[in-house]
């Protein structure tokens, strides 16, 4: 499937956070397989629908309701850009573009939204398994380099 297509499954694609209250979007079991270090991958039930906190403010990166388990930005191999104000931190995750690239890139008159289309269009991205979301990071490099303007 193309990183950037949605799935459908029986489970409902927005559930709350337990933490914050915050609506949730559903993430694929591969997103926490892949980015979820041995010691909570360990612990993850793989029939549970697990989803993604955006809320900047919340601990809680994924969680699911059906177990009550939350797991926090400790149990990721990645920092979770939503979570992470840190300059060094990937919004797109596939290709490495970090805030500091994006800033770089407005001074630079360098196109970073192309650049990803142009590799996501040739089918080269993995967002469901390298961006926390599970989801493309368009959306949320495309708000970041309207907040720098």
Not at 43 to 50: F, L, R
Not at 72 to 93: G, M, R, T
């Amino acid at each position: 499937m193309d990183c950037c297509a949605t799935s459908s499954n029986i489970e409902p694609a927005i559930a709350n956070c337990p933490s914050c209250g915050e609506k949730g979007k559903k993430v694929p079991l591969i997103t926490l397989k892949s980015l979820l270090v041995a010691s909570f991958l360990e612990t993850i039930e793989p029939d549970n629908p697990y989803y993604f906190c955006p809320n900047s403010s919340c601990n809680t990166v994924y969680f699911s309701q059906t177990s009550s388990q939350t797991f926090e930005e400790n149990a990721l191999k990645v920092h979770v850009f939503q979570k992470n104000s840190d300059k060094d931190v990937p919004i797109c995750y596939c290709f490495d573009w970090t805030r500091d690239r994006l800033i770089q890139s407005v001074s630079d008159n360098q196109q970073p939204i192309e650049h990803i289309k142009d590799h996501v269009q040739a089918g080269r991205c993995g967002c469901e398994v390298n961006n926390p979301q599970g989801a493309c990071c368009l959306g949320n490099v495309t708000a970041y380099l309207r907040s720098l303007n």
